[in-house]
């Protein structure tokens, strides 16, 4: 593990967001936002899983793949900031405060494209948009 800053990426880039635990649990988000050389926003619904074993245990990792050969994976604790979130009440905003950064860039390898969500909800598109600017104005 390397002790770097955390990258950019594009917004509405799939991450995979991993949770403590026996055994450990992930799932993908929509809306991870680079907070600062060593933080994450996200959101999560409040009915997540994810969420509960957060305030359990806030031992997390946060793994981004994305174009640009961006490839990393953040450990950290995550943290509540605001519950619910102002701008959406069935959802809780959560910061993830970086400890390591495990870049995992190779030069014998290019990441061309990554995953990337496309609502087909009009109402999900502008509420997803929506929460990452809330995200956004909670990163100062």
């Given at each position: 593990m390397t002790a770097g800053d955390l990258p950019d990426w594009p917004a509405g880039?799939?991450?995979v967001l991993a949770t403590a635990g026996a055994p450990p649990h992930a799932i993908p988000?929509?809306?991870?936002v680079r907070a600062g050389p060593r933080r994450v926003l996200l959101a999560?619904?409040?009915?997540?899983?994810?969420?509960?074993?957060?305030?359990?245990?806030?031992?997390?990792?946060?793994?981004?793949v994305a174009a640009g050969d961006v490839a990393f994976t953040a450990h950290g604790r995550a943290a509540i900031v605001q519950d619910?979130?102002?701008v959406a009440e069935s959802v809780v905003a959560v910061a993830i405060d970086v400890d390591d950064v495990q870049d995992?860039?190779?030069?014998?390898f290019a990441i061309d494209a990554g995953v990337t969500?496309?609502?087909?909800?009009?109402?999900?598109?502008?509420?997803?948009?929506?929460?990452r600017e809330a995200l956004r104005g909670l990163a100062g």
């Open positions: 880039t799939v991450a988000v929509s809306t991870a999560l619904a409040r009915s997540r899983a994810s969420l509960a074993r957060l305030r359990a245990d806030p031992r997390c990792a946060l793994t981004v619910p979130m102002a995992h860039a190779d030069p014998r969500w496309r609502w087909v909800d009009a109402q999900a598109a502008e509420r997803d948009a929506a929460i």
